[in-house]
């Protein structure tokens, strides 16, 4: 039974010649107990789509649709009040961004409940005992406990579990899940998938946003693909992962990481070509087979998306550019840059690194995996000497680091250098991009635009982007800034925390090759701490892997992956949702 019909949807934001048609002519259905995915890169209306379907889309928007129908209503007819009454009791929203989608000022236990308070679903008096219920049903281990904390006090994985928690309240007919497992590592990632099919086998229908190809092939019956604001391929899960018809789906998911793509590229370059007509396909400027039937004579959308809107290009055509494979990294040299030894470290008596020992070789990409909570931070942070460990040592280049007093270790700091996974957290958002990475060069003794714009062009940056604030840029160009920003002191280490669980697909395939570029041109050697075990597999030479604050394996990312010694690392790789990539 349909339970959603979208048909001929626009959203709009801004008047006349500044104008944005951020949605375009964008139609489909879902059944009750379904699940359509709509995948796509930032920036293609994914989120636009789905907030309009809560009236969400904000001050300034203009949502206009042939037929927007939920469950017999009329969306398009809704009120303030109306929409009240559907939001969190009919169709339940849940945003990617847990700490800014979570009240700092309130419990999470208040959080996760007041669905039920603000539609009189319980009696206030039970409003503690089911919020952690509720917890609980998402995941949440020590909910009563957890339920009386507030938002920072949790980690980015329990706050998105809290937020799931709170979507589930109202027990909603329809629940929108805008990137709900991107925070996650992968055995909490499978819970709350688990989570959601239980959810869809009681009947609620599931508009899933997400940029992980693989949960989408676990999760959904059917798949959009969205481009410029269109939906340019659509069908069922199985065929569209399988046989996928439009050049743009064929690069998504050329760009999955995974043991299949080591030495070669993700990313595919961008063909140089002119915009496309306004009904032609948007695609066009980064195909290498767009020709003049895609822009002249094609004008009607085929909104079914069964096929390229060009009948010259075949299911079987290659993805948009060619993918090229890198030179293989050189050999690690044999003596460790970073050498971590039997080094342990509490936390309000709370014992978070054990005994772990690591060595990191120049120019050599060191993968550290495990669950939320594992230490995987602190060791990164007592490496780069932002944390002292309680026992053992860090030594940089052979020479003594954790034990030195900070007056002498400052000096040596430009040796390593952070990438963060959250860019705009850790930019000053009055600061252009210019005074950003400016202020690193700075560091160094040079002054002048002339470096900034050279480590700019080095990330695949165009000066033009110089006065620019973060919040002028897209996710990919905040994170090559802050590629930038650690490369200007010059370093031998780059640690990076989690540096494209954020990003989407087609992004992250360009961050991952900028990196290995970087590795193989500059001799960077890397730690590189990921939730996402394809990525790993793809980018690093070795894998240790962490949990309860221990290390219990670590060897060659191949042998490890293939044949796993400790059984928490075949726990961990069992839970991985994975995608078998048409060749």
Same mark, same amino acid.
Request: net charge neutral; proline share 7%; aromatic share 2%.
């Given at each position: 039974m349909t339970l959603l019909t979208v048909e001929g949807l626009d959203v709009r934001f801004g008047v006349g010649e500044r104008a944005v048609r951020a949605v375009r002519e964008v139609s489909f259905t879902l059944d009750r107990g379904e699940c359509l995915a709509v995948v796509g890169e930032s920036g293609s209306g994914k989120s636009v789509t789905a907030r309009s379907l809560v009236g969400l889309t904000g001050p300034g928007s203009a949502v206009t649709a042939r037929r927007l129908e939920f469950d017999g209503t009329d969306?398009?007819?809704?009120?303030?009040?109306?929409?009240?009454?559907?939001?969190?009791?009919?169709?339940?929203?849940?945003?990617?961004?847990?700490?800014?989608?979570?009240?700092?000022?309130?419990?999470?236990?208040?959080?996760?409940?007041?669905?039920?308070?603000?539609?009189?679903?319980?009696?206030?008096?039970?409003?503690?005992?089911?919020?952690? /219920?509720?917890?609980?049903?998402?995941?949440?281990?020590?909910?009563?406990?957890?339920?009386?904390?507030?938002?920072?006090?949790?980690?980015?994985?329990?706050?998105?579990?809290?937020?799931?928690?709170?979507?589930?309240?109202?027990?909603?007919?329809?629940?929108? *899940?805008?990137?709900?497992?991107? *925070?996650?590592?992968?055995?909490?990632?499978?819970?709350?998938l688990d989570l959601l099919a239980e959810l869809r086998r009681g009947g609620t229908a599931l508009l899933l946003i997400s940029h992980?190809?693989?949960?989408?092939?676990?999760?959904?019956?059917?798949?959009?693909?969205?481009?410029?604001?269109?939906i340019v391929e659509t069908g069922p899960t199985e065929r569209l992962l399988a046989e996928p018809r439009h050049p743009y789906t064929r690069a998504l998911l050329a760009a999955v990481p995974g043991p299949a793509t080591r030495g070669r590229r993700l990313s595919a370059p961008v063909v140089d070509r002119p915009r496309p007509t306004p009904d032609g396909c948007p695609y066009a400027p980064r195909c290498d087979r767009a020709d003049r039937t895609c822009l002249e004579a094609l004008p009607a959308i085929d909104h079914h998306g069964t096929r390229c809107w060009n009948?010259?290009?075949?299911?079987?055509?290659?993805?948009?550019?060619?993918?090229?494979?890198?030179?293989?990294?050189?050999?690690?040299?044999?003596?460790?840059?970073?050498?971590?030894?039997?080094?342990?470290?509490?936390?309000?008596?709370?014992?978070?690194?054990?005994?772990?020992?690591?060595?990191?070789?120049?120019?050599?990409?060191?993968?550290?995996?495990?669950?939320?909570?594992?230490?995987?931070?602190?060791v990164a942070r007592m490496v780069l000497g932002l944390e002292q460990p309680d026992s053992g040592t860090? #030594?940089?280049?052979?020479?003594?680091?954790?034990?030195?007093?900070?007056?002498? #270790?400052?000096?040596?700091?430009?040796?390593?250098?952070?990438?963060?996974?959250?860019?705009?957290?850790?930019?000053?958002?009055?600061?252009?991009?210019?005074?950003?990475v400016g202020a690193a060069v700075a560091r160094t003794g040079v002054r002048g635009r002339a470096r900034v714009a050279e480590l700019l062009d080095q990330v695949g940056l165009s000066a033009a982007l110089l006065p620019r604030r973060p919040a002028e840029l897209s996710g990919g160009q905040r994170q090559r800034v802050a590629i930038a920003r650690a490369l200007a002191p010059a370093p031998e280490v780059?640690?990076?925390?989690?540096?494209?669980?954020?990003?989407?697909?087609?992004?992250?395939?360009?961050?991952?090759?900028?990196?290995?570029?970087?590795?193989?041109?500059?001799?960077? *050697?890397?730690?590189?701490? /990921?939730?996402?075990?394809?990525?790993?597999?793809?980018? *690093?030479?070795?894998?240790?892997?962490?949990?309860?604050?221990?290390?219990?394996?670590?060897?060659?990312?191949?042998?490890?992956?293939?044949?796993?010694?400790?059984?928490?690392?075949r726990r961990l790789l069992a839970a991985v949702t994975t995608l078998e990539v048409p060749a």
């Open positions: 969306l398009t007819a809704l009120g303030e009040a109306g929409w009240r009454g559907v939001r969190g009791r009919r169709i339940g929203l849940v945003l990617q961004d847990a700490l800014t989608s979570l009240d700092p000022l309130h419990t999470v236990g208040a959080e996760v409940a007041e669905p039920l308070r603000v539609h009189g679903l319980a009696p206030r008096r039970e409003l503690p005992s089911l919020a952690a /219920s509720l917890l609980t049903r998402a995941g949440v281990p020590e909910a009563e406990r957890r339920a009386a904390q507030y938002p920072h006090q949790l980690s980015g994985g329990l706050r998105q579990r809290a937020l799931i928690a709170s979507a589930l309240a109202g027990s909603p007919d329809l629940l929108i *899940a805008d990137e709900p497992t991107t *925070a996650l590592d992968v055995t909490v990632q499978a819970q709350v992980d190809l693989s949960v989408v092939a676990r999760t959904a019956d059917r798949v959009a693909v969205m481009y410029g604001g269109r009948p010259v290009l075949e299911p079987s055509a290659a993805t948009a550019g060619p993918l090229t494979a890198p030179e293989p990294p050189s050999a690690p040299a044999a003596a460790p840059v970073v050498e971590v030894d039997q080094v342990s470290k509490a936390f309000g008596g709370r014992l978070v690194v054990r005994g772990v020992s690591l060595r990191l070789a120049a120019g050599e990409v060191l993968g550290l995996v495990g669950e939320s909570g594992s230490g995987k931070t602190t860090v #030594r940089l280049g052979g020479a003594p680091w954790s034990e030195l007093p900070e007056r002498r #270790r400052r000096a040596q700091r430009l040796r390593l250098q952070s990438v963060p996974q959250d860019p705009l957290g850790s930019f000053d958002p009055r600061h252009t991009v210019e005074r950003v780059l640690v990076c925390d989690e540096p494209v669980s954020a990003l989407d697909v087609s992004v992250q395939a360009q961050i991952l090759d900028l990196l290995a570029d970087l590795r193989q041109h500059l001799g960077l *050697a890397m730690l590189f701490i /990921s939730h996402d075990l394809g990525v790993v597999h793809h980018l *690093a030479d070795r894998v240790a892997v962490m949990t309860d604050g221990r290390l219990v394996e670590t060897g060659e990312v191949t042998e490890v992956f293939a044949r796993p010694a400790a059984a928490y690392t």
